[in-house]
C-alpha cells in the first residue's frame, strides 16, 4: 500500500485537504492509520511530495510564496488555475526560484519526512518524482532554467532528484525507499524534451542506491485520466533498472498478470480501482466484478468516495 501523496514542508501545498508530515502533531496524527493498515497485514510506504510550483500562497498554512527550480508560472491552460477550495479557482503564482541554501533546506525536509515517516509506523517511503511535482520541475526540461549545477545539462537537472534519494537512502536505507517518475505526462505543465534520455540517465543513476523499487507512470495515463494516443514505452527504464520496477496507470486484473508474466515489470501499481474496491486482492484472486469508481468523489474530503465502497460481501449481501 503506498499511501497519498504527504507533504514535507509547509511550502509545498498544492491543494486543500492534503496531509502533512512534518510536524509532531502530522506524525501522531499518521499512526492510528499506519496501525490500522499495518494490523491487516499489508507494508505500507508513505509517498513524500513537494508541490513547487503548483503551490499556492493562499494554501500554504503560513502563506508563503511557492517555490520551484525556475521563476515560472504554470502557463499550460490546462493546468494554469489552481483550486483552492469551495468553487475558487485563482491563477498559478510565479514560484520564487529555490537557491542553493533553499534547495538543501528542501533536500533535508524530504529526508526529515522520511525520518517522520517512519516514527509515524510506515515501512517506508516513496519518493514523489512525477506528475510536475517540486522534482520534476527540475528534472524535465521546460520547467528548468537554471544556468548552475542545478539546471542545463541532463546531469544538471537531475541532480536535484538524486541529491534527496541519496538523503533519505542515508537517513533510513534504501530498502526502505522507492521512488516514482513519469517521463511522459505533461501533467501540470512539466514537459521533457527529451524523456528518454533524461529519464534513462536518472534511472541509471537509481542503480547506486540499492532502492526497494522504481515505480514509473505508463505513458497512457496523465494524472488520473486516459490519453488516446500513448506510443511511449517504459521498456528501457525498465532494462536499465536494477531492482524490482512497478508500472502504473490503467492497468485491470488481466492486464496487470499480463505485464507481470511478460516481465514488463515485476508488480503493478492500481489508482483508481482500488479507491473503488477496498477488497481489490481479494476480487482479484476470485475474478469478482469490480464498484466502479466515481470521479466526481475522487478529491472530495469525507467519507464518501473514500470509505464507503462496499467489500464484495456487502454488494453482494445488497444484491440478494
Ligand atoms: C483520487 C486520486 C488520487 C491520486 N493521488 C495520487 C498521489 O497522491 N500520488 C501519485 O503519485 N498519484 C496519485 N494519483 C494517480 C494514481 O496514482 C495513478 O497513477 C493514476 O490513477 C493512474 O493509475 P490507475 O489507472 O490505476 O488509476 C491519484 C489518482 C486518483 C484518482
Known amino acids: 500500500m503506498i499511501a497519498e501523496a504527504t507533504m514535507v514542508a509547509s511550502d509545498g501545498y498544492g491543494y486543500p485537504n492534503i496531509p502533512g508530515i512534518y510536524t509532531p502533531e502530522q506524525v501522531e496524527g499518521w499512526k492510528p492509520v499506519t496501525q490500522a493498515v499495518k494490523a491487516k497485514g499489508a507494508v505500507f510506504f508513505n509517498q513524500l511530495w513537494h ?3 503548483s503551490a499556492h500562497e ?3 498554512p503560513n502563506k508563503e510564496p511557492p517555490v520551484s527550480s525556475s521563476p515560472l508560472a504554470i502557463t499550460d491552460p490546462a493546468y494554469s488555475k489552481i483550486y483552492i477550495g469551495g468553487t475558487t479557482m485563482v491563477d498559478a503564482q510565479v514560484p520564487v526560484a529555490l537557491d542553493e541554501a533553499g534547495i538543501k533546506a528542501k533536500v533535508q525536509a524530504f529526508r526529515t519526512a522520511a525520518r517522520n515517516a517512519l516514527d509515524a509506523g510506515f ?3 516513496e519518493i514523489h518524482g512525477a506528475n510536475g511535482y517540486l ?10 532554467t537554471r544556468s548552475d549545477q542545478y539546471g542545463g545539462s541532463i546531469e544538471n537537472r537531475c541532480r536535484f532528484a538524486l541529491e534527496v534519494v541519496a538523503a533519505v537512502v542515508e537517513e533510513v536505507g534504501g530498502d526502505r525507499v522507492g521512488i516514482r517518475l513519469s517521463p511522459f505526462t505533461d501533467f501540470l505543465g512539466a514537459v521533457d524534451a527529451t524523456p528518454y534520455a533524461t529519464f534513462t540517465y536518472l534511472v541509471e543513476q537509481l542503480n547506486k542506491f540499492g532502492l526497494a523499487y522504481l515505480h514509473m507512470v505508463e505513458s497512457r495515463i496523465n494524472g488520473n485520466t486516459e490519453l ?7 521498456t528501457p527504464f525498465r532494462l536499465v533498472f536494477k531492482g524490482p520496477f512497478i508500472a502504473a496507470g490503467g492497468y485491470k486484473r488481466e492486464s496487470g498478470i499480463k505485464a507481470v508474466s511478460s516481465g514488463h515489470s515485476d508488480l503493478v501499481a492500481f489508482g483508481r480501482i482500488w479507491i473503488a474496491n477496498p477488497d481489490l486482492p481479494t476480487r482479484f484472486l476470485l475474478n469478482a466484478p469490480l464498484n466502479r469508481y466515481n470521479r466526481d468523489t475522487f478529491y472530495t474530503p469525507g467519507m464518501e468516495g473514500y470509505t464507503d465502497y462496499p467489500t464484495l460481501e456487502q454488494a453482494q449481501a445488497t444484491a440478494a
Not at 135 to 144: E, G, P, Y
Open 51 to 53: 508541490c513547487g510550483r
Open 58 to 60: 493562499l494554501l500554504n
Open 228 to 234: 488516446e494516443n500513448n506510443p511511449n514505452s517504459l
Open 135 to 144: 522534482i520534476d520541475q527540475f528534472t524535465k526540461s521546460n520547467c528548468n
Open 123 to 125: 515501512d517506508g517511503v
